[in-house]
């Protein structure tokens, strides 16, 4: 399949270079990222000469040699650069003009915002999106690369943080705080994330110890900044597993961006091991409107429609599983059918008011509504049996013997609706070197929560009790309805400044106040920096905090529905050392970054993970910490083309209060985890390109649900997945040969081919719980996506 790709690849074109000639092309910038056009581009006393297009490119052909390259454009400083040439080579430099005077020449656009590193800021390349191969074409996909972040579902987009669940995650576009799907029980009910990757113009991410600024969880931040503006007027993909559109749009002082997404992943869900009829519709509109009135007043405004719906009618299902010596298979036919839907709305206005160059206020102000339904009656009749395996020329699929037979049914109708209303006005003040920040905000939460579910197991041929001698339960019914509103008020106030020439802090103070706990708690966290003045660009950090965790709703349900009123707040103190350590190597720029960290944790809800269902044991309290190392390496290993390795260490326990067991490990206790991103270049050619992502992650720990039996050694096996992708921009300044009726429409138009789940790993995602006429219990996988071939078409007007 493979060679196949390439070979498709290489047929579309080949690149003829001259014997005693070389090229260099580009392409010409500002500082915002617009193309220049009219640009003159020469050679010191030649007669080389050419000026940019209408896309701010430019090309040359001269004899091989030495020369100095020059770029002139009106009211800027002429660029200069040093080149050297050989027989046949063709030189890629793209050139910035800097508008306050300030010319560089970069083979990438770069802005390092140094404040950002010295906060343990991750900064994100939002363009790497189009280029990174993956199932869910969600943007978190990326955060898979980032030290501390692990996954173990392709289909998703939640993600855990350094022994946190899914929970434990701010995430902000706009500054608009995002709240995830509280009732999606797997990655196949879970569509589109509320992110927009052709919207998206900066990415923070921290993975702790992060500052006052943001809000009040235990593990990370996601700090999304939305673009009104672009040098594209439209980007359109289109794929074998969805679709896109987005358009920039510009009058005077008013700028807008509109998106709208689908997502069709029914080839994907085919795969499943329950064969049955999927009907997933999945579709996202957003807009972003900003209009500045003058130099010191602006408004912008902000509105997302999500909405995600899940049918599937089951027909049967077969799984193979255990050992060569022991092979076991289960066989269910269906009847029933689900179907849920996932809907958010999200309004924002936010006033952004410079009273003073060094003075400035933002107020902003949002709605987020959640509307939530899970409707499903399914009944199945299953067969469990002992089977041949291929083991020593045996006879596959054989049966060897029965291990019973029954039944199972699963009903469900669940609803919860949620409205958050929030109003926040910020303030920042420079002076100097000194920065100061701090913030007031109000925030309501309305939710209603209606629970009627029950499931039944009818094991090995007839009724077993509510528990058996284990203690597994088998028949569950819960029902329950909640109707919760709480007030929240938080606020902070933090400082930004140098300490001598060496040393820079960051430090400050939240609070937090809600109705429901009646707890006002103080959160102080400061970010030490030390970068000493020597020829190596090394930073060291240490950061500490406290970051609080007041519940929201699903920390105070228990597992029969009821509400917990005296549960109180989660917390985690933050101990983060690191370095940031940029140096040359390789022939390019590498970043190579080491943070250990010790989290302590405190007043903690325990909770079972069943998939992506978190369900929480309300009435218990434990206490427990987190440590580990996280290593990143990054680089242009390839030029123009980012790569990163990481490796990440980590170790999560608990102790959970008037329990004897002791210290246990925490759902998330996934001691190893690696995950590589490299693009190269097919053949040395510059415009095949191939993307590789690959992700290990070792073991988690695993128990029957509601069983309790926290000390159990049952695992889910370790996570390996290898994705890869091939594209070609038929567009590409230093194509030989380019489409002149594609040239005349299109700034780019790109083809790429993706392979998911390359070696065709089965990963497990969770377990189906039976017994056998003997009552012996065992771990049915429930399998993720196999091997899966994508195509997609990415233009840009």
């Not at 040098?231 to 807008?256: E, P, R």
């Not at 029950?454 to 909640?482: C, H, K, M, Q, W």
């Not at 992708?725 to 380019?738: A, C, I, M, N, T």
């Amino acid at each position: 399949m493979i060679r196949l790709l390439i070979s498709l690849l290489l047929l579309t074109g080949l690149q003829v270079f001259g014997q005693q000639t070389a090229r260099i092309s580009g392409i010409v910038k500002d500082v915002e990222g617009n193309n220049l056009k009219d640009v003159s581009v020469f050679i010191q006393h030649t007669k080389f000469i050419t000026r940019s297009n209408d896309k701010g490119e430019y090309s040359l052909l001269v004899p091989a040699g030495r020369y100095q390259l020059s770029f002139s454009y009106t009211d800027f400083k002429i660029v200069r650069i040093e080149v050297a040439l050989k027989e046949g080579e063709h030189l890629f430099r793209n050139v910035i003009f800097d508008k306050k005077d300030n010319n560089q020449l970069l083979s990438e656009v770069k802005v390092v915002d140094q404040k950002d590193r010295k906060e343990g800021i991750t900064l994100l390349d939002a363009k790497s999106f189009e280029q990174f191969p993956n199932a869910s074409q969600s943007f978190e996909a990326m955060l898979k690369q980032l030290p501390g972040v692990s996954t173990n579902n392709e289909l998703s987009s939640q993600y855990s943080v350094r022994g946190g669940n899914f929970d434990e995650n701010l995430i902000y576009i706009n500054d608009i705080e995002i709240f995830k799907p509280y009732l999606v029980r797997n990655g196949q009910q879970e569509g589109l994330s509320l992110i927009n990757p052709d919207l998206v113009k900066q990415v923070k991410f921290s993975a702790g110890g992060f500052s006052p600024r943001y809000g009040d969880k235990m593990s990370s931040v996601l700090d999304v900044q939305y673009k009104t503006k672009d040098s594209l007027a439209v980007i359109s993909s289109l794929a074998t597993n969805g679709s896109s559109i987005t358009a920039f749009i510009k009058n005077k002082q008013l700028n807008l961006a509109l998106g709208y997404r689908n997502k069709r992943n029914q080839s994907v869900l085919y795969t499943q091991q329950v064969v049955g009829s999927y009907n997933p519709n999945f579709h996202d509109f957003q807009g972003v409107l900003s209009y500045q009135f003058n130099k010191k007043f602006s408004i912008n405004l902000l509105g997302i429609y999500n909405k995600n719906e899940f049918g599937l009618i089951p027909q049967s299902r077969e799984t193979v599983f255990g050992t060569m010596l022991e092979t076991y298979r289960l066989k269910v036919d269906f009847e029933g059918q689900e179907k849920d839907t996932y809907e958010n709305k999200v309004a924002a206005l936010t006033l952004d008011y410079k009273i003073h160059p060094a003075l400035g206020l933002k107020w902003i102000n949002s709605v987020f509504s959640i509307k939530e339904q899970e409707h499903f009656d399914i009944y199945g009749q299953y067969v469990f049996e002992e089977i041949e395996s291929d083991y020593l020329g045996g006879s596959f699929g054989q049966v060897k013997g029965s291990r019973g037979f029954g039944a199972y049914h699963d009903y469900g109708r669940n609803e919860l609706k949620a409205n958050i209303y929030s109003s926040e006005l910020k303030i920042n003040y420079i002076k100097g070197k000194s920065v100061w920040e701090g913030g007031f905000k109000i925030q309501r939460d309305e939710l209603r929560d209606k629970l009627n579910e029950f499931s039944f197991l009818d094991s090995a041929g007839y009724s077993l009790p509510n528990t058996n001698d284990n203690g597994f339960e088998v028949s569950d019914y819960r029902y329950a309805i909640n109707a919760l509103n709480t007030n929240r008020f938080s606020g902070y106030i933090m400082n930004a400044d140098d300490l001598g020439d060496k040393w820079s802090y960051t430090g400050g103070i939240r609070f937090i106040y809600n109705t429901f706990t009646k707890e006002f708690i103080p959160s102080p966290r400061l970010i030490l920096t030390y970068q000493p003045k020597n020829e190596k660009d090394i930073l060291y950090r240490f950061a500490s905090g406290l970051y609080v965790q007041s519940p929201f709703y699903r920390e105070m349900r228990d597992l029969d529905g009821s509400i917990n009123h005296q549960i109180k707040s989660q917390k985690s103190i933050h101990f983060v050392g690191s370095s940031d350590y940029k140096f040359e190597g390789l022939g390019t720029q590498l970043r190579f970054s080491t943070e250990v960290y010790y989290k302590v944790l405190k007043n903690l809800v325990p909770y079972e993970l069943e998939n992506l269902r978190i369900r929480y044991l309300a009435n218990k309290v434990s206490n427990g910490y987190a440590a580990g190392m996280d290593f990143s390496l990054s680089g242009e290993f390839i030029r123009d083309l980012q790569s990163s390795f990481r490796l990440s260490i980590m170790k999560t326990e608990e102790d959970i209060e008037d329990d004897a067991t002791g210290y246990i490990k925490r759902p998330t206790d996934q001691r190893v985890h690696f995950s590589a991103f490299f693009q190269d270049r097919l053949f040395n050619s510059p415009t095949y390109k191939v993307h590789l992502n690959a992700l290990f992650g070792s073991r988690l720990p695993t128990w029957p649900p509601k069983t309790q039996n926290y000390s159990s050694n049952f695992y889910i096996p370790a996570y390996k997945r290898v994705d890869i992708g091939f594209s070609k921009d038929l567009l590409d300044p230093e194509s030989e040969k380019r489409f002149k009726l594609l040239d005349n429409y299109f700034k780019s138009f790109t083809l790429y081919a993706e392979v998911f789940n390359l070696l065709n790993i089965n990963n497990t995602v969770s377990y189906l719980w039976i017994s056998d006429v003997n009552n012996n219990r065992y771990a049915i996988p429930n399998y993720l996506t196999s091997r899966q071939l994508n195509f997609k078409i990415i233009a840009k007007f």
